[in-house]
């Protein structure tokens, strides 16, 4: 039976790994080429210790459930750290950089569609919408994973999560060992402007290390801690945004059952109007975004560890052959479309684009991030100022992608949905096109 003290246990014995994993991180060179993450790494020890294979850690057989609690921590603070920007500089690469990132986006989840009626359907008389692991783990990572995992688990088909994590655990390891090779090769054939050797690059991005003189704040305190700490303030305003993102959730399913609204989206509308109310109250100056996306970024290094932990090998085992012919299929096309798409739609610094768009499509964010230091160690490609406003007409979609598609594969649109990705990736492409953003 299942108690808080085993929550400790597995909060505790998961900490350990992942201090073990920041050491390996900040001393062994191999895995600083590779920029593994130490929650990967803690994860992936989980999972190699505790019950599923060796035995060795005694975790209980709730990491899938703490997965799904903290991606809805995840979501809940994203409204309160996203922040109203104007496009500055030209707008023509910032709209380049939104048709390029959404159609790749649409057009990968159409891939897995297609794979999934194909593949798991057809060959292997499984669910199609286990297609949809490949975009979930590739272009989501380990939180959209865990999101998706969690929508499709209320339909019933617990697999989900399994094979979505462990794509996107194998999306992260290709899109460094691929995006290395790639970035050799390009700087062999000139395609790179301004190439970073591994050797040049500053310790702290290696080793993950902040050297003393570039520490920063990680938020100012606007309360005494004498009355109430600034961080259980925060805190509190992302939790109580997450239970009443569970309420909702809960409140629809009862009076429509067929209708299983995500937990995770439904705190992001909760989210949103939260921070409506703050602002209007004018108490939103006491909400402090640098210490909210701190809270974040450790719901986040959790959520990778715990879901990397929680893998049911034995269902990855039962659908290794359509499960690699699925990300294989997935590493080939996208790679296609990003430095494809990429070299004709980047006015400036194609490859320098490309390169971080292939982190993010494979991997995460910090991958992409990762390559793209290489290749461009002076940000001079200004790739993540574009990306950053491009994200803010992505991220909408990107959430209504992973909210609707359990709904439209469990009530038999899974095709509709398929053929909706794939025409709005082309819409997408097109609109690029008309407003002269394609190029030979």
Known sequence: MFTPWML??????????????????????FIQKLFIPPSLLAGLAALLLGPEVLGWLPLSDNMGTYASILIALVFSTLPLTSRRHEAEGEKGSVGRMWAYSQSGMLLQWALGGVLGFLVFSLWYKADPALGLSMPAGFCGGHGTAAAIGQSFGQYGLEQMQSLAMTAATVGIIASVVIGMWLISWGAGHGKTSFLSRYSDLPGELRTGILPKDKRSSMGQASFSAISLDSMTFNFAIVALIAAGGYGISKLVSH????????????????????????????????????????????????????????????????????LLVLLAAGLLLTLFFVFFVGARIHKDYWFEKSIFTLGWFTGTMAMGMALLRITDPESKSRCLDDYAFAYLYIAPVEIALVTFSPMAFASGYGWHFVGFCFLSGLAVLTFSGLKGWLKK
Do not use: Q
């Not at 909060?11 to 001393?27: D, E, Q």
């Open 8 to 29: 400790l246990v597995d909060v505790g014995l998961v900490s350990i790994l992942l201090l073990l994993g920041k050491l390996l991180r900040a001393n062994v060179r």
């Open 255 to 322: 009076f429509w059952p067929s209708l299983m609204l995500p937990v995770f989206s439904c705190a992001f509308l909760v989210g949103l109007l939260a921070r409506w109310i703050l602002n209007r109250a004018r108490f939103d100056e006491y909400v402090s975004k640098p210490i909210v996306g701190h809270l974040g970024g450790a719901f986040t290094d959790y959520l990778v560890a715990f879901g990397v932990a929680s893998i049911k090998l034995e269902i990855v085992a039962r659908f290794v052959v359509p």
